[in-house]
């Protein structure tokens, strides 16, 4: 490990926002509190509505007092409620422990922060989940598992993990992880990508494209500090990269509308690509609040009633 | 330099420590971590250049704020220019300040108007007085006066200088400087000094005896010779126009013309390149309203190049009635009376006569009637005599033998009442403290030769004032006054053969007292900036001058008796006087002295004391502190400016490229 990543490891700073498990409550009761039902309707408990009869339709539902009364043939319809399966996939590489003066820590620490948010509510509604790493130490890959006793492992795992590792160049690395991920994800799960999209190595979009295929859900949220959003700087700047050894020296002023323009296409890029795939690609400021952010994800996979 | 000046004025070495601390950060950009630097173009001789500027406002003020706190740390021994009182042992100080407000000052000098610069230099000085410190401010325009007595209030002393406006008069510098000396003389401060803030135009003047305030002469550019020519006087003569012009030097006159404002026919007549007083006449032209002349080209003072003319009754018109049989002197000639007149006032309109008018309308255009050893006064004459005097006339009747022959019919009224009797023995000489008010010529009255006198007696003098008396106590000199004008009745006549009253300085001191009793009741057309004019009483007096409303006081007379009313006009132009009703238009010129006196040199005495007082420290500590608070404020409200500029620029650019954010 390399000093600056050292240096960096002791900006992550749990004390200020542990316990995890205490404030991924905390979000997960701020967005909402209780199951999700399946758009899927047939046989089930819970009466869901009727409409009209159509050829084909099983004889065992029409509705025979609709039929009575009103001689209109009726079909009585019912509401499953399923298990989807969650899957976090979280980027726990060196550039995701930066943290810049404007944002109240880390983008890993926010991304934790929004992984186990998820994984409360995902328990709650009586879901599975399970969590994948690519990057980092001390990770720990967690099979499907549900119940409370999931969550504990969750922020467990979440809390042991240090961001490390350089990406720029481990394409297979990243691969392996795409690759757990695909096994553990059956058709209807929801997977969701934790991860700051930047010093990934060729081949990343494509590789991570493929989880939104075989009728998984593929969300990736990208996580930002504040100061790559904006570029706040000033002055003459000599910027050296995380990952890789890329070093650059410039004038901030002069280099903003270019960076920023640079950021929004590679965004561009990421989205087109998602898309292709079923997929879809969210932003994240790290110094943005997390009910707003599980939302934002939620609304994306499409899991709220 | 003391080592306390060097080590604060050391402290003005930091200012290279912002300038080093820029170059520095100018050199080397910071450098930061940032995971995205892939996606941040290079631009470094860009990034150089414009550290480079920005930072350029706050080095500066950074640098300005650190020079400022060393002045500021050695201010106690920093020198100004500007003007301060050098105190010997730190001791308070009474000065009199004699600022010069006559004409000459008005004068446009090498640092502004001069009179501007003299008040400036006041201010200066009074700023730097402290508690304990006596002034005295005293005004050197004719006739000197004391603008404020000597005190300590401060306050008192920026109020009366804050007053103080320009004017026309003439300059009494050395009557000033003796009014200052003696505004100071009695206090009890060590160190007292006359500061003259004028252009020294005037008399010389020295350095007083042992024991007087020395001279201060602190602006010596004030006394800086100008060039300059004025009008200061111009009369109609028929259909001429005297113009009269005075000019500094020959450099002054050359190539300038004085010409009749609006008289498009006449042509300018062109002054004589010489110094001095010169007098011009041109063609006056009926046409025009209120004319004025005025001189062309430029000069130091261009207030004093236009002057209205004045009308034609501006000479002091003066009858005479003396016999020139019984009058004259023995060399031959006009009699005594006349002589005497022209000599003292050489352009009164002499109109001698050998009988007194009997229509008032024959005293027109005349403001004084001079009657030598009167044989009685007809009541025609009389009549028209009174109208005369009451209409601001003044007579003057010299009582002779023939006051014991008057006709049936005719008497000395209004002169004296009853018979008057000559009484022709050896007369004692004149009572010469009862003279005294003439001035140094009342002490020629000693051992006079006089062959004999009226004898007025007090019962015959209808309420005259006496004025003068013998060494026996009869009356010599008696004044009346009746309607706006007055009677003087004198118990000696004009010839020589009763006596040599009128061969001695005191006769010719006694007619111009006439004269100018003349000129005040009459109130000549034409006179100079600063000089009183004098009305009635009871009459009811409004001025408008060139400047609005002249203000009218009352004041005792000089010589005793009741009071009067008196204006004072400090400005050149054109006046309206309404006296009961009648206007009258009056000319106020300027003295041509303040033209042709050229300023003296300062007095030697005066410039050292100069040297010491510049060489005066002034504490600047007030103004260098808000310079250095407006310094702070400075840098303070710029750097909270970019901070609120750079964040606004940084919100708009996030919600610009990431609005799902």
Redesign the interface.
């Known amino acids: 490990m390399t000093e600056?990543a050292r240096a960096?490891r002791k900006a992550l700073d749990w004390g200020k926002l542990a316990p995890l498990r205490l404030r991924a409550k905390t979000v997960a009761d701020g967005v909402y509190a209780g199951g999700h039902r399946s758009r899927r309707r047939g046989a089930g408990i819970e009466f869901g509505g009727q409409r009209s009869y159509v050829p084909g339709d099983d004889l065992r539902f029409i509705d025979r007092h609709a039929l009575l009364r009103h001689g209109t043939l009726l079909v009585r319809q019912f509401e499953t409620e399923t298990d989807r399966t969650l899957c976090l996939l979280v980027d726990a590489s060196l550039?995701m422990s930066?943290r810049s003066e404007q944002a109240p820590g880390p983008k890993y620490a926010y991304a934790a922060l929004i992984a186990a948010a998820l994984c409360k509510i995902a328990v709650g509604a009586g879901d599975r989940v399970s969590l994948d790493w690519f990057g980092g130490e001390r990770t720990v890959e967690l099979a499907t598992a549900g119940g409370r006793e999931a969550f504990e492992r969750v922020v467990g795992a979440l809390e042991t993990a240090q961001p490390s590792a350089d990406l720029k160049s481990d394409l297979p690395a990243l691969e392996r992880a795409v690759a757990r991920v695909e096994r553990r994800a059956g058709r209807g799960s929801t997977v969701v990508v934790l991860s700051?999209l930047?010093?990934l190595p060729e081949g990343a979009e494509a590789a991570i494209g493929t989880l939104g295929v075989r009728g998984k859900t593929l969300t990736v949220a990208r996580v930002l500090?504040p100061?790559?959003?904006?570029?706040?700087?000033?002055?003459?700047?000599?910027?050296?990269?995380?990952?890789?050894d890329?070093?650059?020296?410039?004038?901030?002023?002069?280099?903003?509308p270019?960076?920023?323009?640079?950021?929004?296409a590679?965004a561009s890029r990421w989205s087109a690509r998602l898309l292709s795939r079923g997929g879809s690609l969210?932003?994240?400021?790290s110094a943005?609040d997390p009910v707003k952010a599980v939302r934002k994800i939620l609304d994306s996979v499409g899991g709220l009633a | 330099m003391s080592f306390l000046v060097a080590a604060a004025l050391g402290v003005g070495l930091f200012v290279a420590i912002p300038i080093a601390a820029h170059l520095l950060r100018r050199g080397r950009a910071r450098e930061r971590d940032f995971p995205p630097t892939a996606l941040v173009p290079a631009a470094r001789s860009v990034a150089r250049e414009r550290a480079t500027l920005e930072d350029r406002l706050l080095l500066a003020i950074r640098a300005l704020l650190i020079a400022c706190l060393a002045v500021i740390g050695a201010t106690p021994f920093v020198q100004c220019s500007r003007l301060s009182l050098n105190r010997s042992a730190g001791a308070s100080v009474a000065f009199a300040l004699v600022v010069d407000d006559s004409h000459s000052m008005r004068a446009l000098g090498t640092d502004g108007v001069r009179f501007e610069r003299a008040l400036r230099a006041a201010r200066e000085l009074l700023a730097s007085a402290r508690e304990g410190d006596a002034i005295a401010i005293v005004l050197a325009g004719k006739p000197a006066r004391l603008a404020l007595a000597a005190t300590t209030d401060l306050n008192a002393a920026r109020r009366a200088l804050s007053d103080l406006g320009e004017s026309d008069r003439s300059t009494d510098l050395e009557a000033a400087v003796s009014l200052a000396r003696t505004s100071i003389a009695s206090l009890p401060h060590h160190d007292k000094r006359v500061v003259l803030l004028s252009d020294l135009a005037a008399g010389a003047l020295s350095d007083g005896a042992e024991g007087q305030a020395p001279l201060w002469a602190p602006v010596p550019e004030l006394a800086t010779p100008l060039e300059n020519c004025a009008i200061f006087g111009a009369e109609r003569r028929g259909r001429r126009i005297a113009a009269h012009v005075a000019c500094t030097s020959p450099a002054a006159a050359a190539g300038r013309a004085v010409s009749l404002v609006g008289d498009k026919s006449g042509k300018p007549v062109p002054l004589a390149s010489r110094g001095g007083i010169q007098e011009l006449g041109l063609d006056f032209e009926p046409k025009l309203e209120r004319p004025e002349l005025e001189l062309n080209g430029g000069d130091a003072l261009k207030g004093d190049d236009r002057c209205p003319l004045a009308a034609e009754s501006a000479a002091l018109g003066v009858m005479v009635a003396a016999d020139v049989s019984n009058a004259s002197a023995k060399t031959g000639g006009p009699p005594v009376l006349e002589q005497a007149v022209a000599a003292l006032e050489s352009s009164a309109a002499l109109h001698p006569i050998a009988l007194l008018p009997d229509d008032a309308n024959e005293y027109r255009n005349n403001a004084l009637l001079l009657l030598d050893d009167p044989g009685g006064i007809t009541p025609e004459a009389r009549s028209a005599l009174v109208s005369f005097v009451e209409r601001g006339g003044v007579a003057v009747a010299f009582l002779g033998p023939r006051v014991e022959q008057t006709p049936l019919g005719a008497t000395l009224e209004p002169f004296v009442h009853g018979a008057v009797h000559w009484e022709a023995k050896a007369i004692g000489e004149l009572n010469q403290a009862s003279l005294a008010w003439l001035g140094p010529e009342a002490s020629s009255v000693r051992d006079l030769k006089l062959a004999g006198r009226a004898g007025l007696s007090t019962s015959d003098l209808f309420g005259a004032r006496v004025l003068a008396t013998f060494a026996d106590g009869q009356p010599f000199l008696t004044e009346r006054e009746l309607g706006r004008g007055a009677l003087f009745t004198v118990a000696l006549p004009t010839s020589v053969e009763h006596g040599n009253f009128p061969l001695r300085p005191a006769f010719l001191a006694l007619l111009d007292h006439f004269l100018d009793e003349a000129r005040d009741h009459r109130g000549a057309t034409q006179s100079v900036a600063g000089g009183e004019w004098t009305f009635p009483l009871g009459a009811s007096i409004a001025i408008d001058g060139p400047r609005g409303p002249l203000a009218v006081h009352e004041r005792a007379r000089a010589a005793g008796g009741s009071a009067l009313k008196a204006a004072t006009p400090t400005l050149t132009g054109r006046y309206t006087v309404r006296i009961d009703d009648k206007a009258e238009e009056r000319v106020v010129t300027v003295d041509p002295g303040e033209i042709t006196t050229l300023p003296q040199k300062v007095p030697e005495s005066a410039a050292q004391k100069r040297a010491s007082a510049h060489a005066g420290s002034v504490d600047a500590s007030p103004e260098l502190g808000f310079v250095a608070l407006a310094l702070l404020a400075l840098e303070l409200g710029l750097r909270v400016f970019r901070r609120v500029t750079r964040e606004r620029a940084l919100s708009d650019t996030k919600t610009a490229h990431h609005p799902a954010l």
């Open positions: 600056p960096l550039s930066y700051d930047l010093d500090d100061s790559e959003v904006t570029f706040p700087f000033t002055g003459p700047l000599h910027l050296r990269a995380l990952e890789g890329t070093r650059v020296e410039t004038d901030a002023a002069a280099a903003r270019q960076y920023l323009a640079a950021l929004e590679e969210i932003l994240l400021d943005d």
